[in-house]
């Protein structure tokens, strides 16, 4: 084979590479952890030099919680060691597949684990809409229903709690009006059947969709956007520290 066709060859399977790895609304490759470029950049994703006298949390969720995660360490210094898992933990499937990872003993022992889905398992996509994400409230498939959730939370849920950590579970924050992929009151009716999950299995509530209701007009990121700017960002991450806080001093 001539050298120009190995090269020409060579592109060919970077592309079809390249074309197999999804990308969220964030940027972020999936099944969920984050390129190294994301993370250099992302300071959510910074290293965390534990002080061995402070207790150690895990932050796990979808982009939401990478937005939060800066201001909740901050909210948190010299009170505890906060971690987060090293990309965006997507729907409950995804969250399934990455615990053994996450929760992995080279990782150490967690004291806490705060964690968070719904807004990918309640979203339509569809593979030919041109939206970012494949976003596709018409024509596209609903990723996971209250049922599947409630049952994919349930098998987190439990291997979390081997651990032996602490669990506070975030409710999921607002769809507003316009979002392409989702359905404004799907947050309620996922987080209703979130909630009974947790109760049953006495899980820490932070209700972050009550921080944030009424108020996506002036922290959002911009119409029919679930994310936040940095104002709104730093008020949940403020929530979130205080919710840790809290349930540690206790």
């Known amino acids: 084979m001539s050298k120009p066709m190995r090269i020409w060859n060579t592109c060919i399977a970077l592309l079809v590479f390249a074309s197999v790895v999804t990308a969220d609304e964030k940027g972020t490759t999936l099944p969920g952890e984050a390129s190294k470029k994301v993370r250099k950049k992302n300071s959510a994703f910074a290293k965390v030099v534990d002080d061995p006298a402070l207790p150690r949390v895990l932050i796990i969720g979808d982009s939401i919680s990478i937005g939060y995660t800066v201001a909740a360490r901050e909210g948190l210094k010299g009170v505890a060691n906060v971690h987060r898992v090293p990309g965006n933990a997507g729907h409950t499937a995804m969250g399934i597949s990455g615990l053994p990872k996450w929760l992995a003993e080279k990782n150490g022992k967690w004291d806490l684990i705060h964690f968070n889905w719904g807004l990918w398992d309640l979203c339509y996509r569809n ?6 994400g494949n976003r596709d409230k ?28 602490t669990l506070i579970f975030a409710t999921t924050t607002p769809v507003p009006e316009g979002e392409a992929g989702r359905k404004v009151g799907d947050d309620s009716v996922y987080n209703q059947a979130a909630i009974e999950v ?4 006495g899980v820490v509530i932070n209700d972050l969709h009550k921080v944030i ?28 520290a205080t919710a840790i806080r809290k349930t540690i001093e206790q």
Do not use: C, W
């Open 127 to 132: 593979p030919k809409s041109k939206t970012q």
């Open 198 to 201: 947790m109760k049953r299995h």
């Open 213 to 240: 209701a009424g108020k996506m007009e002036k922290y959002g990121k911009k119409a029919g956007d679930v994310h936040f700017t940095d104002e709104g960002s730093k008020l949940l991450g403020d929530a979130v």
């Open 138 to 165: 018409v024509n596209g498939s609903l990723t996971h229903t209250p049922e599947k959730y409630a049952e994919n939370l349930e098998t987190i849920v439990t291997r979390l709690k081997e651990t032996g950590a």
